[in-house]
């Protein structure tokens, strides 16, 4: 991890490994910037980008689900109407967690956005229409593509169905109940946070520019946190599968992280993604039954139940530029020698 900061990986990093429940690697590494004398530290928070489709869209409906009777074979048109039309009205819930919809993945929405509505709520609701909006490239459930603006709108349909904003239900129900104080949306009024900046050394905000727009709350993107905050919803996680958690009963955990959905190809479950046969970020040793995913910022989170891992890395790589892309190779170089280290 030092050798990553000395190659210019990333100005900064957090990784942290958890093996049977406890802690056993938590480091620190590099500045908060490039720019920076700050080291980084544990309170450092960091941009989780993509993460946020897992802890937190993803965790929010598993929650949902659990006790509510939440369907994730409601169609998306139940609250979305846009759904209900242009051979959109067979897209499923489903389809939109495990990125099977056939929406494309990204859109620069924000483009379109004017200076006076940035931020604000119109804003994110002409983005919410613009992500209903689409055509599909695929037929629902025949194709496999990774798209955000799937879970824009899944932000959306949970809000409808809940009546709550993704941030006040994740803060409510998730993350103050687990005692994860330093995971949320947007930057907070309370002092002593450091952050580690993003891209053009954006302190505190988000990096994603559909998410900035829209106020800095999505299911896609958003959410800010820290790899000990991270580790007490996994390990939350991984004690559901075991039947040891009051939030996550085991058979909606595993519902989510082994669902087999179609034949169609592609590596992700319900939200989570698994392991590519063939070079995956996760490394070589990670079981078939591990569930991870990714954060354009840096970061990644790999949960491997077979073994109770957890391997969590943040970082901020696109810190002062996205075109930084040696993180690919560390992500899978820092799993293996992790494995080879603890001789799983």
């Keep these: 991890m030092d050798g990553a900061v000395d190659l210019g990986v990333f100005p900064g990093a957090a990784f942290l490994v958890s093996l049977d429940g406890k802690v056993v690697h938590r ?7 490039d720019v920076s004398s700050d080291l980084v530290d544990p309170d450092t928070i960091y941009d989780v980008s ?12 598993m929650l949902l689900d659990g006790r509510d009777g939440f369907d994730v074979d409601w169609p998306v048109s139940r609250h979305v109407p846009e759904f209900g039309e242009e051979g959109k009205s067979d897209v499923r819930i489903w389809h939109l967690l495990s990125h099977r919809s056939g929406l494309p993945d990204f859109k620069p929405f924000f483009e379109s956005i004017t200076q006076n509505e940035y931020g604000t709520g119109r804003a994110r609701d002409r983005i919410r229409r613009m992500a209903a909006s689409e055509k599909l490239g695929l037929t629902p459930g025949q194709g496999h593509y990774y798209s955000d603006l799937g879970f824009i709108i899944l932000d959306e349909f949970f809000e409808l169905e809940t009546g709550m904003t993704l941030d006040a239900f994740c803060s409510n129900e998730i993350y103050s109940p687990l005692g994860m104080l330093k995971t949320f949306f947007n930057k907070p009024s309370r002092t002593g946070f450091h952050f580690a900046s993003v891209t053009n050394r954006l302190t505190g905000i988000v990096d994603d520019e559909n998410c900035r727009a829209m106020g800095g709350v999505s299911g896609h ?27 996550f009963p085991a058979d909606i955990v595993r519902k ?39 954060g354009f910022t840096g970061c990644s989170i790999w949960l491997d139940p077979a ?29 293996d020698a992790l494995f080879e280290s603890l001789s799983l």
Aim: charged share 20%.
């Design 307 to 335: 073994i109770d891992l957890e391997a969590i890395l943040l970082s901020n790589r696109v810190c002062p530029s996205r075109d930084n892309q040696k993180i690919k190779e560390l992500r899978p170089g820092i799993h």
């Design 221 to 247: 993107a958003g959410l800010f946190s820290t790899v000990d905050d991270l580790h007490i919803l996994a390990g939350e996680l991984l004690n559901g599968l075991k039947g040891k958690s009051k939030y």
């Design 27 to 33: 480091s620190y590494h590099g500045h908060l910037s």
């Design 50 to 61: 993509s993460l946020t489709k897992v802890m937190a869209m993803t965790s929010a409906i």
């Design 256 to 294: 989510y992280w082994t669902t087999p959905l179609s034949a169609v190809q592609g590596t992700h479950r319900l939200g989570w993604d698994t392991p590519a046969p063939v070079g995956s970020t996760a490394g070589k040793y990670f079981s078939k039954s591990s569930v991870g995913h990714l």
